[in-house]
């Protein structure tokens, strides 16, 4: 059972990252239109787009 | 969105540089509502447009929300540019005043996005770690193991309940300090027990700890809250957009005759402001020069356009169809007959009972009833000699199971479907408790002129008229804005136009122009010179070729399709269907008439109309009112519910409840039918959450819930109500 002492926290690490990135997420604005996103996805260029409207990380 | 399109256009003079702001790197930033914009090659264009031009350095379009936010370097840039530049793409774009975003608390919603993040990521790494136990508990799990397991569970859940938990601490520490009870003081009481109480078992070394439920039921309650807030907010920066529209500019004449754009919250009595032919007239005043047609029936609900000349006074908020108008303003913005009518409005607002919705109704109920329980399980172990750690559990553990999870669910799970399904329909759900109003209603109200006609002149008498007068009818009036010459002109499309020479628009009259050396006139029974005739409900144009006797074009405004089929069909719904209109007695008798609509009444003003809603009322009576017009929307407010189709004026979409699109009137029955579905299934759900605790607090009161059961019966229920929801949308497909 002692194996548990590195699984678990393991476990929770790999959980927490979820979450960090979640948040990132979150933060970036990803979720402020989620319509728009379904649909830019039909692009055809691949290039990265910019931040919030605000131009700051919030 | 073709709602927004008509008001676009009304605004698109107006300067966008009243609406720019400053960032704080020195650019200057403008949001912008663009109409229209509903797909991935539509951002593509209008952003590709605004991106194209010089000195733009950041352009994104959020399409849930129809705006787009441009930033740019003012030094480079006019505001006015970016404007022109969407126009040039076939965008009608205009500013959006930021004093009107942020009425919904965007903050709100993100931190709730993010305490769900941190609700779910707790419940799924305490329900791993509660598994092992529940199965280390039938097996052998060693003390030890157990009590490591614990104490992991107890490091995730302590932070997570304290951060995620927080919408319901505050709300409910809120509804405490004014001495009221909520959903939310039985959830925080439970949530805080239940953690407390596991820590304590945790720190002696029990065998069960209830941090699972704690979590799992926070992120259950968050998805049902988020839900909710969602719908709200989507309402909420649907009726911004609208709003937005309302806040127009004036084109001033200075003394030295200059023209400039200025916000009509600054117009004084003794300004001299144009209007242009097509625009809204902003502030009441009189007519200085100018001949033209105003159009009244937003204001008035009168359908045929008065004839206005200098010295006569036009009214804010009325519509100048001919030529352009020099108009000295007498009266201040917030005196004016528009204002007067936003006046109306709040009052009746105030004077409408507020409404108190049935998730909150069920939670006054409920709340007490769960605390006597919690309270009565814990005398009745004490009673019974037992020792107080075991009457504190199966306390806290009756608290858990009563939680309302379900509840919770229950309303904002089938608000999101109902919102969903309508929206496919075209029917905008401004109002989150709309639908809850709806299903309540039992007599639905019309307004006339723009609900349950077209507010658009038909010609009428087509029959009766010669092939060669329709032809140059429909020739002369080509050239006209008129709506009757509109109208005129698209009836007679098909007809050979005859060749015309040097036409023109005598303004307030009609047009005019050579047919091979003779004058041929088109316009009023003057202006042809012919005899009004005064039998006729609707109204006329005449037309006068040399010497030969006037013909008369008769016009009407018709009635939407589908109006007939659509009051039968409500009537079939057990609705007493009334017509209200402020339009003449023949016209709206002749409409009663054709649609079978016995109860009528005419000329009815914003406040009669008030006063038959408050009669109505006051017999227990809930009333939806649908209408369009400005002189509608006080009634709309005073309403117990209320639809506005999507041409309506702008002041009377921000007071509807919902907003439907297209010509039809099918949508209003669509839209009863989802609200009476839907409140079923909200009362479904009430009570397959209550059938659930009947079945399960006996056991939590005599002591058998276990950490295992509390958890079970929480999911199952929670699961159970969101199918129960979705079977809104099958019965769609069903009947479609």
Known sequence: MSILVYLVPAALLLGGLGLAAFMWSLRSGQYDDLEGAAERILYDDDKPESDTPDGTKD | ?736
Not at chain 2, 15 to 31: I, S
Not at chain 2, 89 to 112: M, N, Q, S
Not at chain 2, 335 to 355: F, H, P
Not at chain 2, 485 to 491: D, G, T
């Open chain 2, 1 to 736: 969105m073709t709602e927004l399109a008509a008001g676009l256009q009304e605004r698109a003079g107006i300067d966008p540089d009243l609406f720019v702001r400053k960032t704080a790197d020195g650019e200057a930033r403008l949001d912008l509502v663009v109409a229209g914009m509903h797909c991935a090659g539509c951002l593509r264009k209008v952003e590709g447009a605004l991106k194209g031009l010089d000195g733009v350095t950041h352009a994104r379009a959020n399409l849930s929300t129809k705006r787009v936010a441009v930033r740019w370097n003012p030094a480079r840039l006019r505001a006015a540019r970016i404007v022109r530049a969407l126009s040039e793409t076939g965008f009608t774009a205009v500013p959006f005043d930021p004093k009107l975003a942020g009425t919904f608390d965007e903050k709100e919603t993100r931190f709730l996005l993010r305490s769900l993040g941190v609700a779910g990521f707790a419940a799924a790494n305490v329900m791993l770690v509660s598994v092992s136990v529940w199965w280390g508990l039938v097996t052998d799990m060693d003390e030890t193991t157990r009590a490591f397991f614990h104490w992991v569970s107890a490091l995730i859940a302590l932070p997570a309940v304290a951060y995620a938990g927080q919408p319901f601490f505050r709300s409910a520490l809120k509804a405490l300090r004014s001495k009221q009870m909520n959903m939310d003081v039985p959830i925080a009481l439970a949530v805080i027990l239940a953690t407390t109480m596991s820590l304590v078992q945790t720190i002696v070394n029990a065998r069960h700890v209830y941090f699972d439920a704690s979590v799992t039921l926070l992120f259950f309650l968050l998805i049902g809250r988020y839900l909710d807030v969602q719908a709200r907010a989507k309402a909420c920066s649907a009726a911004e957009n609208l709003l937005g529209l309302r806040a127009t500019a004036a084109t001033l004449i200075a003394p030295d005759g200059t023209q400039r754009s200025v916000a009509v919250e600054s117009l004084e009595p003794g300004m001299k402001v144009l209007v242009a032919a097509g625009a809204r007239v902003p502030a009441d005043g009189e007519i200085i020069s100018g001949l033209s047609d105003i159009d009244t029936s937003l204001v008035t609900g009168e359908s045929t356009p008065e004839r206005v000349e200098p010295g006569m006074n036009v009214f804010a908020g009325t519509l100048n169809i001919g030529a352009p108008l020099t108009v000295r303003v007498t009266k201040r913005d917030d005196e004016s007959l528009l204002s007067e009518i936003v006046r109306l409005m709040e009052a009746a607002e105030q004077g409408r009972a507020r409404y108190v919705r049935i998730a909150d109704r069920a939670a006054r109920f409920y709340s007490p009833a769960v605390h006597v329980m919690a309270a009565a399980t814990l005398a009745l172990w004490f009673a019974l000699g037992a020792h107080w750690e075991t009457a504190l559990t199966n306390a806290i553990a009756v608290l858990i199971i009563t939680c309302p999870c379900a509840l919770g669910l229950a309303v904002p799970v089938v608000q999101v479907v109902a919102t969903g399904r309508l929206t496919r329909q075209g029917v905008l759900v401004k109002a989150a408790d709309g639908l809850e109003r709806l299903a309540q209603a039992d007599t639905i109200i019309f307004d006339k002129t723009g609900t349950l006609t077209l507010g658009r002149p038909q010609l009428v008498n087509g029959h009766e008229i010669g092939n060669a007068d329709m032809g140059l009818g429909a020739a002369l009036a080509a050239a006209s804005r008129h709506p009757l010459a509109l109208a005129l002109a698209a009836k007679g499309k098909g007809h050979a136009a005859p060749k015309l020479d040097d036409i023109r628009e005598v303004p307030g009259m009609g047009m005019e122009a050579l047919l091979g050396g003779e004058t041929v006139r088109l316009g009023n029974a003057d202006f042809a010179g012919a005899e009004a005739s005064a039998a006729h409900g609707g109204s006329e144009l005449w037309l006068k070729k040399g010497g030969a006797a006037p013909v008369c074009f008769r016009f009407e405004d018709t009635v939407r399709p589908g109006a007939k089929e659509a009051i039968a069909g409500l009537k079939a719904r057990g609705f007493a269907v009334e017509l209200l209109s402020g339009d003449r007695e023949p016209a709206v008798r002749k409409l009663a008439g054709e649609l079978g609509l016995d109860e009528w009444r005419a000329a009815a003003r914003p406040d009669a109309k008030i006063a038959r809603l408050e009669e109505l009322a006051a017999a227990g009576r809930k009333v939806v009112m649908i209408g369009d017009g400005l002189n509608d929307a006080p009634a709309l407010r005073a309403a117990h519910v209320s639809i506005s189709p999507a041409d309506a004026a702008d002041v009377s979409q921000t007071a509807a409840d919902f907003i439907f699109q297209g010509a039809k009137l099918d949508p209003v029955v669509e839209t009863v039918d989802v609200a009476r579905q839907s409140q079923r299934l909200v009362v479904q759900n009430f009570a397959l959450a209550i059938g659930y605790n009947m079945f399960a607090v006996p056991l939590a009161v005599a002591g058998y819930v276990t950490p295992l059961v509390a958890a079970l019966a929480m999911s199952s229920s929670s699961i159970i109500v969101i199918v129960n929801s979705m079977r809104l949308n099958r019965k769609q497909k069903a009947a479609a």
